[in-house]
Nanobody, 113 residues
């Protein structure tokens, strides 16, 4: 099982980033996927989740209306589109394969002017 995140970086407040998580080694289309984040000194928190077929999504209140989770089962990839970024969104973002209980290595997102 492998989850490889990409797309993190440094962005100014109000900017956008799109994170990607490429999956391999399991049946991606049967797996519910989630994005979590962990800021320095804080616990890891759920950001967004998406069902295996993509028909159901859920979001943390802090990102509703700004972030969008999606997936492409043909490409074995889950995405997190992040708009209107705020400094408090700064964290390491992790992809999680819920059915497999497997984490990616994380990608750093820093929102700063």
């Amino acid at each position: 099982v492998q989850l490889v995140e990409s797309g993190g970086g440094l962005v100014q407040p109000g900017g956008s980033l799109r994170l990607s998580c490429a999956a391999s080694g399991f049946t991606f289309s049967s797996c519910n996927m989630r994005w979590y984040r962990q800021a320095p000194g804080k616990e890891r928190e759920l950001v967004a989740g998406i069902s295996s077929g993509g028909g159901f999504t859920n979001y943390a209140d802090s990102v509703k209306g700004r972030f969008t989770i999606s997936r492409d089962n043909a490409k074995n990839t889950v995405y997190l589109q992040m708009n209107s970024l705020k400094p408090e969104d700064t964290a390491v973002y992790y992809c999680y394969a819920a059915n497999m209980e497997y984490w990616g290595q994380g990608t750093q997102v820093t929102v700063s002017s």
